[in-house]
Structure formats: structure tokens, C-alpha cells
């Protein structure tokens, strides 16, 4: 016990960095990746020598000091989390963990080179530069595994998660953005122009199948290499998100999904009922057609687009009943 309090003691206390400004400044497996390695071996012995000297003796003068040590220790590797994950930011995006950037760098070198556009020097550099970004992107993610694994072990798996929210949720709401996705009221959307907010939804809808294929497929497989071990107790249903972890996400994507279909129904009544209720009989200026049906079958062109969905979103509404004309409309004169 006294010669593991010393050896982690010594390489702990080399790394607070409320003690020294070289470890204040200075990323420790930055620094020296084998330092960092003994410094997660020395946290791993420190925890079971704990173990061992609460089972002795919970108030021993060892046990404080190996309580007091293992506090700064999980604040070193706290600041090692957030600091790798912050400065590998660029190879540890969706597109670039390993899973994706091999499929990525992939070309067909014939259509290529047809086309004139590359040629077999670049197919050498977009291959040098997948296999630099997935060998920085493994070694940044074994440092994360690693970390994670001690401090989860040591009863900080709560400061783990926390840290890699704050980082990450920022990276991924970034993408997001980038995709043309920003958060807007409901008022807000009510006043745009039809034009506008028809883009702006050919825009969102491009950037879920885009967000659902990489963004938060490749986030998962950066969770996976951190959290293996945790992840494998979860049964994989159907899609990414099938983790007991992730039930959250798949409620609220529900609940969006229901209110979304309510929303649609609503509208549809309202259409319908807009309809009957316009009682203009007048004759457009210019025997031209009327402002009434240009906007139905704008309407219905637009809904004809989406008849695959409308079925699933009508399927359980009763039938219409079948309403005779108006016998108004139908006792004018012909040139009425």
C-alpha cells in the first residue's frame, strides 16, 4: 500500500494543475502519450488499494490521502477528456472516425480519370490523408476509451458524460446548422412567404437523411469506442438509436412524428372546410380562372407529391360522406 500511494502519488501531484503551471498549460498525453498511459495505471491501483484499505480501515490516515489523491487525479483527467476531445475536434467529426473516412476516401479511379479531373497522384494524397486521419482519430479515441474506463471505475461516470455533452453537443448542433436546420417559432413560421418556407422545408428534409446517415451515425460510432463495454448491455433493435440510453431521442422523435400527423390531418379539415365554405359566385374579370381553384390544385399538386405518406397519415380517418353541390351554384342561369 505505501509503495503504491507513493508511485501514484508522485505522478499525480506532477499533474495537478493547481500545483504547477507546466500541468496547468501542457495536455498530458500530448506531452508524453506513455506518461498518460501510467497515469491511468496508477488511478486504476490507487482505486483497488482504496478498496482494499476501506475494508481494513475506513478511517485510516492511507485511505484519506489515497481519497484526497484520487480527487485530483479525476480532475486531471476531466481537463485530459475535455482537452482531447477539443483538440482532435477536427479528426473526430461524424466524417472523419474511421468508420467513415475509409468509405469516404474511396473513389473509382476509371470515371475519374475519364472525366480529367484527378489523376493518380491525387488518388495518393486523398489516400495519405485518410489513412493520417484514421490513425490521429485511434489514437485520440483509445486515449478517450481509456479515460473514460478509469474514471467510470472510480464512480466518475456522471463528469465523463457531462463533459462530453458540453463538447460534443456543440459540434453536433454546428452540423446541424450547417445543414440549414436553425430553430424558429411557430409565429415566425406562419409569417414566412410560401416560396421560402417551401425551401426551407426541401432544405430539412435533406438534412435529416443526412443527419441520420452521418451526423449521428458517426457520433455513435465515436460513443461506441468509448462506451463499448457499456453499450453491449443495451440490445440493438432497428436503427441507431435503439439503446436504452438513447430512449429519449426515440420519444421525442414520436412525439414530433404524432404531432406532425395531427397537424396534418388538422389541415387537411381545414382545407376541405375552406373550401365549402367560400361562397363567391362571382365571375372572374376576364372570363380567367378563379382564385379559389388555382389555389386548390396548387394544393393538390403539392399534396401529390407526398401520397405515399398522406395514405399512412389518413389510413384510420372515416370515409368522407359524399356531399351534393350546392343547389345554389347549380340554379343559375348558363351565362352565369
Same mark, same amino acid.
Given at each position: 500500500?505505501?509503495?503504491?500511494?507513493?508511485?501514484?502519488?508522485?505522478?499525480?501531484?506532477?499533474?495537478? *494543475?493547481?500545483?504547477?503551471?507546466?500541468?496547468?498549460?501542457?495536455?498530458?498525453?500530448?506531452?508524453?502519450? #506513455?506518461?498518460?498511459? %501510467?497515469?491511468?495505471?496508477?488511478?486504476?491501483?490507487?482505486?483497488?488499494?482504496? @478498496?482494499?484499505?476501506?475494508? =481494513?480501515?475506513?478511517?485510516?490516515?492511507?485511505?484519506?490521502?489515497?481519497?484526497?489523491?484520487?480527487?485530483?487525479?479525476?480532475?486531471?483527467?476531466? =481537463?485530459?477528456?475535455?482537452?482531447?476531445?477539443?483538440?482532435?475536434?477536427?479528426?473526430? %467529426?461524424?466524417?472523419? !472516425?474511421?468508420?467513415?473516412?475509409?468509405?469516404?476516401?474511396?473513389?473509382?479511379? /476509371?470515371?475519374?480519370?475519364?472525366?480529367?479531373?484527378?489523376? *493518380?497522384?491525387?488518388?495518393?494524397?486523398?489516400?495519405?490523408?485518410?489513412?493520417? !486521419?484514421?490513425?490521429?482519430?485511434?489514437?485520440?479515441? !483509445?486515449?478517450?476509451?481509456?479515460?473514460?474506463?478509469?474514471?467510470?471505475?472510480?464512480?466518475?461516470?456522471?463528469?465523463?458524460?457531462?463533459?462530453?455533452?458540453?463538447?460534443? =453537443?456543440?459540434?453536433?448542433?454546428?452540423?446541424?446548422?450547417?445543414? #440549414?436546420?436553425?430553430?424558429?417559432?411557430?409565429?415566425?413560421?406562419?409569417?414566412?412567404?410560401?416560396?421560402?418556407?417551401?425551401?426551407?422545408?426541401?432544405?430539412?428534409?435533406?438534412?435529416?437523411?443526412?443527419?441520420?446517415?452521418?451526423?449521428?451515425?458517426?457520433? $455513435?460510432?465515436?460513443?461506441? @469506442?468509448?462506451?463499448?463495454? +457499456?453499450?453491449? @448491455?443495451?440490445?440493438?433493435?432497428?436503427?441507431?438509436?435503439?439503446?436504452?440510453? $438513447?430512449?429519449? +431521442?426515440?420519444?421525442?422523435?414520436? /412525439?414530433? &412524428?404524432?404531432?406532425?400527423?395531427?397537424?396534418?390531418? /388538422?389541415?387537411?379539415?381545414?382545407?376541405?372546410?375552406?373550401?365549402?365554405?367560400?361562397?363567391?359566385?362571382? *365571375?372572374?374579370?376576364?372570363?380567367?380562372?378563379?382564385?379559389?381553384?388555382?389555389? !386548390?390544385?396548387?394544393?393538390?399538386? &403539392?399534396?401529390?407529391?407526398?401520397?405515399? +405518406?398522406?395514405? %399512412?397519415? &389518413?389510413?384510420?380517418?372515416?370515409?368522407?360522406?359524399?356531399?351534393?353541390?350546392?343547389?345554389?351554384?347549380?340554379?343559375?342561369?348558363?351565362?352565369?
Amino acid at each position: 500500500m505505501d509503495r503504491t500511494l507513493e508511485f501514484a502519488g508522485s505522478i499525480i501531484m506532477k499533474w495537478n *494543475p493547481e500545483t504547477s503551471t507546466f500541468a496547468n498549460v501542457t495536455s498530458l498525453f500530448y506531452e508524453n502519450r #506513455g506518461e498518460g498511459n %501510467d497515469f491511468i495505471k496508477n488511478g486504476n491501483g490507487l482505486q483497488r488499494a482504496m @478498496h482494499f484499505l476501506a475494508s =481494513k480501515n475506513s478511517g485510516s490516515e492511507k485511505l484519506v490521502r489515497a481519497q484526497n489523491l484520487m480527487q485530483i487525479a479525476m480532475k486531471r483527467l476531466q =481537463k485530459e477528456f475535455y482537452q482531447i476531445l477539443s483538440m482532435n475536434r477536427a479528426y473526430l %467529426d461524424p466524417e472523419s !472516425v474511421p468508420a467513415r473516412s475509409s468509405h469516404a476516401s474511396t473513389r473509382s479511379s /476509371t470515371s475519374d480519370y475519364e472525366d480529367g479531373d484527378i489523376g *493518380p497522384e491525387d488518388d495518393i494524397k486523398i489516400a495519405g490523408d485518410s489513412i493520417e !486521419v484514421e490513425d490521429v482519430s485511434n489514437m485520440a479515441m !483509445v486515449d478517450l476509451r481509456s479515460i473514460a474506463e478509469c474514471m467510470i471505475s472510480s464512480g466518475y461516470g456522471k463528469e465523463c458524460v457531462e463533459i462530453y455533452k458540453i463538447r460534443r =453537443k456543440s459540434i453536433v448542433d454546428e452540423g446541424i446548422y450547417r445543414l #440549414g436546420v436553425e430553430k424558429l417559432s411557430s409565429s415566425h413560421l406562419r409569417k414566412m412567404d410560401w416560396e421560402v418556407l417551401e425551401q426551407r422545408i426541401k432544405n430539412w428534409l435533406n438534412a435529416v437523411r443526412i443527419a441520420i446517415k452521418t451526423l449521428f451515425n458517426g457520433e $455513435t460510432i465515436l460513443c461506441d @469506442h468509448m462506451y463499448t463495454a +457499456i453499450a453491449n @448491455h443495451w440490445p440493438e433493435i432497428e436503427s441507431i438509436f435503439s439503446f436504452e440510453s $438513447t430512449f429519449d +431521442i426515440r420519444s421525442q422523435a414520436l /412525439t414530433s &412524428l404524432v404531432k406532425l400527423c395531427e397537424s396534418v390531418r /388538422t389541415s387537411l379539415i381545414e382545407f376541405k372546410s375552406a373550401i365549402r365554405k367560400n361562397s363567391s359566385k362571382s *365571375p372572374v374579370d376576364g372570363a380567367g380562372i378563379h382564385a379559389l381553384t388555382t389555389d !386548390v390544385m396548387h394544393y393538390l399538386c &403539392l399534396l401529390g407529391d407526398y401520397n405515399n +405518406i398522406l395514405a %399512412d397519415i &389518413l389510413a384510420d380517418l372515416p370515409l368522407p360522406a359524399k356531399y351534393s353541390s350546392p343547389e345554389s351554384y347549380l340554379d343559375t342561369s348558363d351565362s352565369e
